[in-house]
């Protein structure tokens, strides 16, 4: 089956900083990626849906500053949290969408990413 | 807006049967997915309905009523790695909102 993947696995970052995911499709080009937070105990929150070559739609209540999206190709979009701050620490998903299937193999989820910023 | 209930937890023996309920009312619908999450991973997907009625795979087996807003997750013969967190998922267009979740503990 498809496979989606995220780098890195986890992250540790100081205050103030800024993380970059990296989210792949491995063996199709995914013209929209959509990216997920994750807060422990909770479901996962879509955050933005890239489209390849297109700005990022950002979901109400996020802030599209703090959330730099990317879609350069139509393999890889990355998420850049910018001045990290401990609130964002959580569980980032991203999904790639296959355009040539259709219903429950349409989407397929990345591992994930656990950022925590002390 | 999206609104999707389902039960927060549910505890089961070891080779029984649950059924975790979900109703949403969303502002557009093409079909449902179930997702069966482990602590600290990604959602693995496990069912998918788009017209009425009952979908059977293997041990696992979901149900939709459209007209109503309602679909369930049936897991039978329950083992132990089911103990996980179970998610409803409506879709709108390519976008998927996600209920909190339901936590399924199997117990021996």
């Known amino acids: 089956g498809a496979v989606v993947s995220q780098h890195p696995s986890w992250v540790i970052c100081k205050s103030g900083t800024s993380v970059k995911i990296e989210c792949r499709s491995l063996d199709f080009q995914a013209t929209t990626m959509f990216w997920y937070r994750q807060f422990p105990k909770q479901s996962l929150m879509l955050m933005a849906t890239s489209n390849e070559g297109s700005k990022a739609t950002y979901e109400q209540g996020v802030e599209k500053d703090k959330f730099l999206i990317n879609h350069a190709s139509l393999t890889l979009s990355t998420l850049t949290v910018t001045s990290a701050h401990p609130e964002d620490s959580s569980f980032y998903i991203c999904?790639?969408?296959?355009?040539?299937?259709?219903?429950?193999?349409?989407?397929?989820f990345g591992p994930g990413t656990r950022l925590t910023v002390t | 807006g999206q609104n999707i209930d389902q039960p927060t937890e549910m505890t089961a023996t070891e080779g029984a049967i649950v059924q975790i309920n979900c109703t949403y009312q969303t502002s557009g619908f093409n079909g449902l997915f179930w997702y069966q999450q482990h602590a600290g991973e990604a959602p693995t997907f496990l069912s998918y309905?788009?017209?009425?009625g009952l979908e059977e795979k293997g041990r696992f087996s979901s149900f939709l009523s459209r007209s109503k807003g309602y679909s369930y997750l049936l897991l039978k013969e329950l083992q132990m790695k089911d103990s996980a967190s179970y998610l409803c998922?409506?879709?709108?267009?390519?976008?998927?909102?996600f209920g909190a979740g339901t936590t399924v503990t199997v117990r021996a």
């Open positions: 309905n788009v017209l009425d």
């Open positions: 999904s790639a969408r296959d355009p040539k299937q259709r219903g429950p193999y349409e989407q397929y």
């Open positions: 998922a409506p879709r709108n267009d390519y976008k998927l909102s």
